[in-house]
């Protein structure tokens, strides 16, 4: 390929991580309206039942989902030396692992205090399937690239599957975000109002920002 179509490719990266950093903005502003202006806010500790429910979107959704795209496009958008940028990766992603098992066990809070049945859909299961994957994605870099460390050639070998691996996992959260969006609006029975409309754009933001950020990913530094 020429040297001008490489350059090309690699502006296009830098636009797809700029629209991926709008997209997740304005998904993060529906999210916090949502919660915020129509569910009432967020608190894990308080007696209103559905302000403890309120944790769970918050965290998976902006501290799972977004700050996990942040990581993943952290060795394009980070302007450092290899070394600081997988530290930079590591950090992020820890914090989205995180800030994902806190949403989780939010869910598990409120559906302990309202006595429902734990783990009874299809979005808990790919959900908590998802979380789970995350983790294990997380301690398997950490053991391979940066302590102890995988000798060079099979850093090398498995880089490529620790990358494709990475990305499918963040498009299971994604996908998780719509499949739990789509059942509170089964559940609230809101699809004609006002906050059924900021769910569905939030969810389609969300979608928007997973392209934008595999695109980044995919296209050349």
Same mark, same amino acid.
């Given at each position: 390929m020429a040297i001008t179509d490489w350059a090309t490719f690699r502006r296009s990266a830098a636009v797809a991580a700029l629209v991926a950093h709008l997209f997740g903005v304005v998904a993060v502003i529906l999210m916090l309206v949502w919660v915020f202006h129509f569910r009432g806010g967020v608190d894990l500790n308080s007696d209103n039942e559905q302000h403890i429910f309120n944790v769970h @979107?918050? &965290?998976v959704h902006i501290g799972f989902t977004i700050v996990a795209g942040e990581a993943i496009m952290a060795y394009k958008i980070i302007p450092l030396k290899h070394p600081l940028q997988k530290l930079a990766h590591m950090a992020i992603t820890l914090i989205a692992f +995180?800030?994902?098992i806190v949403g989780i066990y939010a869910v598990f809070k409120y559906h302990h205090d309202i006595h429902v049945l734990q783990m009874y859909s299809l979005h808990s299961w790919t959900g908590m399937g998802t979380i789970c994957l995350f983790g294990f994605q997380w301690l398997f870099g950490f053991l391979t690239f940066m302590y102890p460390r995988a000798s060079g050639q099979t850093r090398a070998w498995i880089i490529r599957w620790h990358a494709s691996s990475g990305l499918i996992i963040f498009l299971l959260a994604i996908?998780?975000?719509q499949s739990? *969006?789509?059942?509170? *609006? *089964?559940?609230l029975g809101l699809m004609r109002d006002k906050q059924a409309r900021v769910m569905n754009f939030t969810g389609l933001m969300t979608i928007l920002?997973?392209?934008?950020v595999a &695109?980044? +990913? &995919? &296209? @050349?530094q």
């Open positions: @979107p918050f &965290l +995180v800030m994902g996908c998780n975000i739990g *969006l789509s059942e509170q *609006l *089964l559940f920002y997973g392209i934008a &695109l980044t +990913v &995919l &296209l @050349p």
